[in-house]
């Protein structure tokens, strides 16, 4: 008799469904996932939606850290060692996500290079993302970084096609995600509508003009005076 054959293990079919130490969770819009100090015992994998990440200082003030889309993990810092949350995470609209306990994901680890290799590649992705956005805090102006940010959550790089970004991203979200204040942002949004590398009706729409205007370092030639912080 032949050995029935056992199918390949498939990483993305193992993240979307319920097994042992996985669980599916439904997420309503602005729902807390979890808090910054809560226990950091699971890592989250977002199937659909959007995630904000914040973190909150002594003093009470509130930073975006980070925006998670579909596909992409968070909490990771649950392999790490580490206790509890640095941050907080909420849902910025309904979303579907796996959450997968800290021993469940040593094993699958241990037993499936494919899942390896993924979550691995998801990870490095990240650390040069965090690089990208160091330095981009360090050596750019804000006009730069907002340009950078609007190419980033447009998915620039990734498809064919853009996505447009949802009118959920307001002025001072953008703001606070680049570190400076609403009329700048107001002011370089005005300013890319202008030269016609946004659109903006309900939806921000980047145009692939943007992204020449960046690599080209083009920014800053066409000036309108940058305003003054108040």
Same mark, same amino acid.
């Given at each position: /008799?032949?050995? *029935?054959?056992? *199918? ?5 079919? $193992? ?6 130490? =996985? ?10 996932? @979890? %808090? ?7 890592? $989250? ?10 973190? #909150? ?5 509130? &930073? ?8 992409? $993990? ?8 580490? /206790? ?16 997968? #306990? ?8 241990? +037993? ?20 990208? +956005? ?7 102006? %804000?006009?730069?970084?907002?340009? !950078? ?6 998915? @620039?790089? =990734? +498809? &064919?096609?853009?996505?447009?970004? +949802?009118?959920? @991203? ?6 606070? /995600?680049?570190?400076? #204040? ?6 370089? /949004? ?17 145009? !692939? ?8 370092? =083009?920014?800053?030639?066409? =000036? ?7």
């Amino acid at each position: /008799m032949k050995k *029935p054959v056992i *199918p390949a293990f498939d990483p993305h079919e $193992f993240l979307v469904h319920v097994g042992p130490g =996985k669980t599916l969770n439904q997420v309503r819009k602005n729902q807390v996932i @979890f %808090s910054q100090g809560q226990a950091s015992d699971c890592l $989250f994998y977002l199937q659909s939606g959007e995630v904000k990440l914040t973190v #909150t200082s002594d003093q009470g003030k509130e &930073a975006i850290v980070g925006m998670i889309k579909p596909e992409q $993990f968070f909490g990771e810092g649950c392999l790490t060692g580490q /206790m509890v949350r640095i941050f907080t995470a909420r849902a910025v609209e309904s979303c579907e996500i796996t959450s997968i #306990t800290r021993e469940a994901l040593r094993a699958v680890m241990r +037993d499936e290079s494919a899942f390896s290799e993924l979550f691995i590649t998801y990870l490095l992705t990240r650390n040069s993302r965090i690089e990208e +956005d160091l330095i981009d805090q360090l050596f750019n102006s %804000s006009e730069k970084r907002l340009a !950078r940010l609007l190419l980033l959550l447009a998915n @620039f790089g =990734k +498809d &064919a096609n853009t996505q447009p970004i +949802d009118v959920k @991203f307001s002025q001072e979200t953008l703001a606070e /995600m680049i570190g400076t #204040t609403r009329s700048r942002v107001s002011h370089f /949004m005005n300013k890319f509508r202008k030269l016609g590398f946004i659109s903006y009706n309900g939806t921000i729409e980047v145009h !692939r003009s943007l992204i020449n205007a960046v690599l080209q370092d =083009k920014l800053q030639a066409n =000036k309108a005076e940058e305003p003054s912080p108040p």
